[in-house]
C-alpha cells in the first residue's frame, strides 16, 4: 500500500494526513470507482436524452442509441454514447440536395455528370478515381418497396446528439 504522510500545522497542533495513492488512483481512475459510476451515470442520463429527442420515423434510430460501457483510459474513465445506424448522421446534422446520378468529387464537392457504368448498379459506385463516387438513390419505404427517386430534398438536421449533451451537467 502506498502511503503519502503529510504534516499540517495548525494553531492546536499537526494534523497527519494518511493518503492511499493506490486507493486514490483506483477512484479516480478506474472503471469502476466513485468517478466511474458517476460517468456511468452521466452517460446513460445522455442517452435518455438522445433518445427522447431522436426523429422518429420507424424507431431503428432510437433503438439504436447506446452506451458504450466505462472504461479505463489515460485520462480516467471514459464512456461513449452513439447510435449505430447510417443515417444517424443525416438525422444529426442534415444532408444537402442530391439528385440522381450526380458525380461528387470529395475535395471540391461540386457536382459533376455521372457516365456509363459508374450509374449501372448499387448504391455508391467507386470509379478508378477513389475520391470520386456516382449515386443512384436507392431506398426501402415502410412496406419494404424500392424507390428509386430522381432527387432528396434538402433536410434540415434535429441535433439530438449536441442537445443531448447538457444531460451530462445534471
Not at 52 to 71: C, F, M, W
Not at 77 to 92: L, M, N
Not at 122 to 150: C, Q, T
Amino acid at each position: 500500500m502506498a502511503l503519502r504522510s503529510l504534516n499540517i500545522p495548525g494553531k492546536v497542533g499537526v494534523v497527519r494526513v494518511n493518503v492511499d495513492r493506490a486507493a486514490v488512483a483506483v477512484m479516480l481512475y478506474g472503471a469502476h470507482g466513485e468517478v466511474g459510476e458517476d460517468i456511468r451515470r452521466r452517460a446513460y442520463a445522455v442517452q435518455k436524452r438522445m433518445k427522447r429527442l431522436a426523429p422518429v420515423d420507424t424507431g431503428q434510430l432510437r433503438n439504436s442509441i447506446k452506451v458504450e460501457s466505462v472504461r479505463e483510459s489515460s485520462k480516467g474513465p471514459v464512456s461513449k454514447v452513439y447510435a449505430d445506424v447510417p443515417h444517424a448522421i443525416v438525422a444529426e446534422v442534415g444532408r444537402r440536395p442530391v439528385k440522381a446520378g450526380a458525380m461528387y468529387n470529395n475535395l471540391s464537392n461540386r457536382p459533376r455528370r455521372a457516365t456509363g457504368s459508374a450509374v449501372a448498379s448499387g448504391r455508391l459506385v467507386w470509379g478508378r478515381d477513389s475520391s470520386v463516387i456516382a449515386a443512384r438513390l436507392a431506398f426501402r419505404n415502410k412496406a419494404g418497396d424500392m424507390i428509386f427517386p430522381e432527387s432528396v430534398a434538402k433536410a434540415k438536421g434535429a441535433r439530438y446528439m449536441e442537445r443531448s449533451i447538457d444531460a451530462a451537467l445534471d
